[in-house]
């Protein structure tokens, strides 16, 4: 654009705005430079590491929980525009889940920092400071659910047959499948970490997979014409399934073991999980899009790694 089109759509601008164009142009004269620091809040961002111990590798658990957080805002940032509207086209579609999925390789390929970047001596320590949080407490974790599929898929695996289609939400909540990181299986007891969970999160989390209903990945894709469903997008889809229920959850799971089997015994988690049953993914079967799994792949959900 040219000085004199640009003062043009100015003029425009302001008139429309009945805004004082000539207050506003001043105001340029005064204007301090924008910096890199004040953009994207460094300050603010490196104050954010508040530890409970002197152990120095407690810093990088606070750390890397917070990178794996903006990980999940950014998904969630792609998954509110591709459920935004219900026309969205096919091309869209790939391009969102293409992001959403190199966000969650991201998060899966770092996890290293956590495997093996900090010293389990230490992490022994400072662990005990923080019961009964966990990141089992994560609601972007669980958000980024609802957005991606039906919530039926998202209980117990033995009750998904009975609760197929069902759009209850009250009653699909009752099993939704974390309940089991939180709930003793004897007494059927509410753990605290659970419940504070609950409290502060539930009724937020009804009202988003309510309005998800409609609106989620899977919902999104049904919609498409025929000849959107392509093999390349289907391929997509099958692909962030595994790394986000599959791949993430198997790194995670190995790193807990890691740390909690480091030792002579077995540690019980901050969250009083019953870990090493509740974090396998084949325990869980969490899919979003079973229907375009094949009977083989099915069968083999959440047994190991696979690249589609
Ligand atoms: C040393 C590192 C870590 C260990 C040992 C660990 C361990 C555990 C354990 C044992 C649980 C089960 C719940 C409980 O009883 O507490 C859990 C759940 C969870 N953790 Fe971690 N974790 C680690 C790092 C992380 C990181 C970096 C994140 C990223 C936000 C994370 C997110 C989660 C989530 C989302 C759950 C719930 C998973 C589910 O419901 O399937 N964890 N973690």
């Known amino acids: 654009m040219t000085r004199d089109e640009i003062l043009n759509k100015l003029v425009d601008k302001y008139r429309n705005q009945e805004q004082p164009m000539n207050s506003y142009l001043e105001g340029l004269l005064h204007a301090k430079p924008i910096n890199y620091w004040d953009y994207i809040q460094v300050e603010a961002l490196f104050g954010l590491q508040k530890t409970r111990t002197d152990f120095p590798d407690e810093f990088i658990f606070i750390g890397y929980h917070q990178v794996t957080e903006l990980l999940l805002m950014l998904i969630l940032h792609e998954l509110k ?3 935004a509207e219900e026309g969205v086209s096919g091309k869209t579609l790939f391009e969102k889940i293409k992001r959403v999925n190199r966000y969650t390789q991201v998060a899966q390929m770092s996890f290293d920092v956590m495997r093996d970047g900090m010293d389990p001596e230490q992490y022994n320590q400072f662990r005990h400071t923080l019961t009964p949080a966990s990141g089992f407490q994560s609601a972007s974790f669980r958000e980024i659910e609802y957005y991606c599929t039906d919530l039926w898929n998202l209980v117990y695996s033995h009750k998904k047959e009975e609760l197929k289609g069902s759009k209850n939400v009250d009653e699909l909540f009752k099993f939704i499948y974390w309940q089991a990181g939180g709930t003793d299986q004897k007494t059927g007891k509410k753990s605290i970490t659970l419940s504070q969970f609950e409290d502060k999160y539930l009724a937020g989390f009804k009202e988003l997979a309510t309005s998800c209903q409609t609106r989620n990945l899977w919902q999104q894709y049904q919609r498409l014409p025929k000849e959107e469903q392509t093999d390349e997008l289907r391929n997509m889809m099958k692909l962030f399934d595994q790394t986000f229920n599959v791949n993430w959850p198997l790194v995670h799971l190995r790193t807990a073991e890691h740390y909690l089997e480091h030792g ?3 540690k019980a988690a901050t969250g009083g ?12 079967r969490r899919m979003f899009f079973p229907e375009l799994l094949s009977q083989e792949e099915l069968d083999n959900w959440g047994k190991g790694e696979i690249v589609f």
């Open 81 to 83: 525009q591709a459920t």
């Open 264 to 266: 002579q015994e077995v």
């Open 273 to 284: 999980s019953d870990w090493k049953k509740y974090l396998h993914p084949s325990f869980q």
